[in-house]
């Protein structure tokens, strides 16, 4: 069957579109979850962390899966998973409804299309056409950032956030009705799937996560115990793949792919800028929201100068490919969130509106806009023909790793960081003697709760309590940010490890994608 030119470009965008929108989405809607679902604003954080923790759990397999039904099948099959889940998370009536529906079914349906729509752009494009077509691609994710956080804010102000859940629905329609356009690249011969490998690289990372999401220095969690264990687990899957390509079996991935000097810089480099994405798109909007007490469109609107510049510059960031390498484009992206972080630290003090936040957001928005631009093609033309599948796969997992950290990590320095001030500001203060307990008991859950309700203690200590709260979202939100400029810094060390590459957009691309194998 033959297929559409640019008709899979359309649906491969349409398909990343839905994946990347509804996190945006729910990021701007965090106190309206809170108050529909009866929940804390931790098991949002947590509900937005499983959901991107999930799809890097499975993307390797979901990837690997194309090699066993075929990219087509992987696809619809996964298309199928998604569509049920987001039809469950509009239908949510508790937090657990959400997080079956929306973190884990949406999640696994989402780390098999993900590669799929990475498969499609490499071989149904060459030269020119692919590199454009992936700067599309990823415009395309741009957008759904762009514009999630203003549709998100809209819908949750003035009707409800499950409506955003429908529209997905919606989307999912027009693909599965357009689907015929796709041609099937089937594997050269029938491969098994290795069921131990996938358990081993989804536990891994599963402890990984799970280690930074419970981080509570006050409960004393086994936060070493557990980052230990989810990392001897990945080494052990390292290893158990090595012996199985030693002995001719099918394996999950082919380790050696991490030979390639440009494929493991470019996920190096792209795993640190995710966690600050993650961490900035959960931590302003719960600062604009507990400090500044936004609804969701109005955090939407704090939000959207960076998703607009993400989007412009994503789409655009090709055309800088005539001035300079891919790696100066990179490095200029990586040097330009740095700077946008800067700003918004340099506003955060009392009297900050949202709008301050603009210039910096959108400054950070550009930087990863030129980052995006480069860094998917990079990373595949690292990768051999025959380990295509695993490229997309490998490279859409660490993506979505460093997403979960992000929103686990940052989230955390942000939530318990403000708790701990606070805890810390009242028991240090003289005004309330003999109340203190009850006091600190009473302004958290206040602040679990997106402060919906009343603040419960005594109209005395009422403004002396809120000058507490301020200022510690004040000072926490700084000590979030700078934790990202840091992340960031490892990234921009990291980018030095990539080639120096051709300007004018010359990068080179696997034989594959020239001559693909398995077309029907």
Same mark, same amino acid.
Do not use: C
């Given at each position: 069957?033959? *297929? ?24 701007v ?28 759990? =499975? ?17 619809f ?24 529906? #929306?973190s ?25 056409? /692919?590199? =454009?077509?992936?700067?599309? #691609?990823?415009?395309? &994710?741009? $957008?759904?950032?762009? =514009? ?11 009707i409800? #956030?499950?409506? %955003?859940?429908f ?5 999912? $329609? ?27 690289? &989804?536990?891994?990372l ?31 899957? #390292? ?8 002995? &001719? +079996? ?16 470019a996920?190096?480099?792209s ?6 994405? $993650? ?12 400090y ?35 790696? *100066?484009?990179i *490095? ?26 603009a ?7 550009? &930087?990863? %806009? ?15 023909? +025959?380990?295509?599948a ?7 997992? *660490? ?6 950290? %992000?929103?686990? =990590?940052i ?12 805890? /810390? ?12 307990e ?15 309700g ?16 301020n ?27 990539l080639p120096? %590459? ?12 020239? +001559? ?5």
């Amino acid at each position: 069957m033959g *297929q559409s030119k640019w008709g899979v470009l359309i649906i491969m965008s349409a398909a990343l579109f839905i994946m990347f929108i509804d996190t945006t989405m729910m990021n701007v809607s965090i106190s309206a979850l809170v108050r529909d679902l009866d929940t804390t604003v931790a098991g949002v954080q947590g509900a937005i962390t499983l959901y991107a923790l999930v799809m890097a759990a =499975f993307m390797i397999t979901g990837a690997k899966l194309a090699d066993i039904w075929g990219t087509k099948k992987v696809f619809f099959r996964g298309l199928v998973v998604y569509t049920v889940g987001t039809l469950m998370a509009a239908f949510a009536p508790n937090l657990a409804v959400l997080l079956l529906g #929306w973190s884990i079914l949406e999640g696994i349906g989402a780390s098999m299309m993900m590669p799929a729509t990475v498969t499609y752009i490499t071989k149904a494009y060459t030269g020119k056409d /692919r590199a =454009f077509a992936f700067g599309v #691609w990823g415009g395309v &994710g741009g $957008a759904a950032a762009a =514009f999630g956080p203003i549709i998100g804010g809209f819908f949750t102000t003035y009707i409800t #956030w499950r409506l %955003g859940f429908f529209m997905e629905a919606f989307i999912a $329609a027009g693909i599965f009705a357009y689907m015929k356009i796709l041609s099937d690249y089937k594997p050269e011969r029938r491969i098994k799937l290795d069921v131990i490998g996938a358990a081993l690289v &989804g536990i891994g990372l599963f402890l990984l996560t799970l280690s930074v999401l419970i981080m509570d220095p006050l409960s004393n969690p086994p936060v070493l115990l557990l980052m230990v264990a989810g990392l001897v687990v990945l080494v052990a899957f #390292w290893k158990y793949e090595e012996r199985r390509k030693d002995r &001719g +079996e099918d394996v999950l991935i082919d380790v050696d792919i991490f030979k390639s000097k440009v494929f493991t810089a470019a996920n190096l480099v792209s795993i640190f800028f995710q966690i600050t994405l $993650a961490g900035i798109m959960f931590t302003v909007p719960v600062f604009v929201q507990q400090y500044l007490h936004y609804n969701a469109i109005e955090t939407g609107f704090v939000i959207v100068p960076l998703s607009i510049m993400m989007f412009i510059f994503s789409m655009s960031g090709q055309r800088f490919a005539k001035y300079l390498t891919p790696k *100066q484009i990179i *490095q200029l992206g990586i040097v330009l969130t740095f700077l946008g972080l800067y700003l918004v630290l340099r506003v955060l003090k009392p009297g900050v509106e949202g709008s301050d936040f603009a210039i910096g957001l959108a400054l950070y928005g550009t &930087g990863f %806009g030129l980052i995006f631009s480069q860094i998917t093609n990079l990373a595949m033309m690292g990768a051999k023909p +025959e380990q295509q599948a695993d490229a997309s796969g490998i490279f859409n997992a *660490q993506k979505q790793f460093g997403l979960s950290l %992000g929103t686990a =990590f940052i989230g955390a320095v942000l939530v318990l960081g403000v708790i701990h001030s606070i805890t /810390r500001q009242i028991y240090e203060s003289g005004l309330f003697e003999g109340s203190k307990e009850q006091i600190k008991e009473a302004v958290i859950q206040w602040i679990i709760k997106m402060q919906q309700g009343e603040l419960n203690i005594p109209p005395e200590y009422h403004d002396a309590v809120l000058q507490i709260v301020n200022n510690s979202f004040i000072d926490t939100m700084k000590v979030a940010i700078i934790f990202m400029m840091g992340i960031l810094i490892i990234s921009a060390l990291l980018s030095f490890l990539l080639p120096k %590459g051709e300007k004018a957009g010359a990068v080179p691309e696997p034989e594959a994608v020239k +001559e693909p194998e398995g077309k029907e």
